[in-house]
T-cell receptor, first 116, second 111 residues
Framework: DGGITQSPKYLFRKEGQNVTLSCEQNLNHDAMYWYRQDPGQGLRLIYYSQIVNDFQKGDIAEGYSVSREKKESFPLTVTSAQKNPTAFYLC???????????????FGSGTRLTVV | SQQGEEDPQALSIQEGENATMNCSYKTSINNLQWYRQNSGRGLVHLILIRSNEREKHSGRLRVTLDTSKKSSSLLITASRAADTASYFCATGSSNTGKLIFGQGTTLQVKP
């Protein structure tokens, strides 16, 4: 079945450490996105990528970095510069049509990152 | 930046009743989408309504869109305990396909 896979499901980070969250999709979607969700809150956009080798900052990109070397992969690195990284991280993908209206996103099941 | 604001923030109803959630947004949009999130899980796409549409149905879901008031509503009819979840509206407003999500409505359906 086609889908989007995030790993790991739970991740613990020590202070000052960089960690990388994996996101892989086999839906042949062009666009991929990373969101952060804090308890009881909505989703905030970290980074997004419309095509391979290209990505743009979202609303809260500081302290994060991404790469898009392959169409199916969009890893997110949470750097030590991110002062409050404890949150639930969601990856999504979509395939906007020619009219750019777009269809719904497909989401992964999320990674819960905790700083210890 | 948050585009949509859902109302109410929390809703508790009995099984069999209808649930209505509202979403307001600020800028012009191409489409508005509703998503569902079960606790600790990813979001699931429910329905998309385009800016030139006023109403759309999918099973027990009914979505309306009023672009003059910059608002949308999601109606879940004959609710079930399994409908208990958080519901988010999201607006798409540019060629990027980027969506901006609201804060969500937490729905509890009591059996």
């Amino acid at each position: 079945d086609g889908g989007i896979t995030q790993s790991p499901k739970y991740l613990f980070r020590k202070e000052g450490q960089n960690v990388t969250l994996s996101c892989e999709q086999n839906l042949n979607h062009d666009a991929m996105y990373w969101y952060r969700q804090d308890p009881g809150q909505g989703l905030r956009l970290i980074y997004y990528s419309q095509i391979v080798n290209d990505f743009q900052k979202g609303d809260i990109a500081e302290g994060y970095s991404v790469s898009r070397e392959k169409k199916e992969s969009f890893p997110l690195t949470v750097t030590s510069a991110q002062k409050n990284p404890t949150a639930f991280y969601l990856c999504a993908s979509s395939n906007p049509n020619r009219d750019h209206i777009g269809y719904g996103y497909t989401f992964g099941s999320g990674t819960r990152l905790t700083v210890v | 930046s948050q585009q949509g604001e859902e109302d109410p923030q929390a809703l508790s109803i009995q099984e069999g009743e209808n649930a209505t959630m509202n979403c307001s947004y600020k800028t012009s949009i191409n489409n508005l989408q509703w998503y569902r999130q079960n606790s600790g899980r990813g979001l699931v796409h429910l329905i998309l309504i385009r800016s030139n549409e006023r109403e759309k149905h999918s099973g027990r879901l009914r979505v309306t869109l009023d672009t003059s008031k910059k608002s949308s509503s999601l109606l879940i009819t004959a609710s079930r305990a399994a409908d208990t979840a958080s519901y988010f509206c999201a607006t798409g407003s540019s060629n990027t396909g980027k969506l901006i999500f609201g804060q969500g409505t937490t729905l509890q359906v009591k059996p």
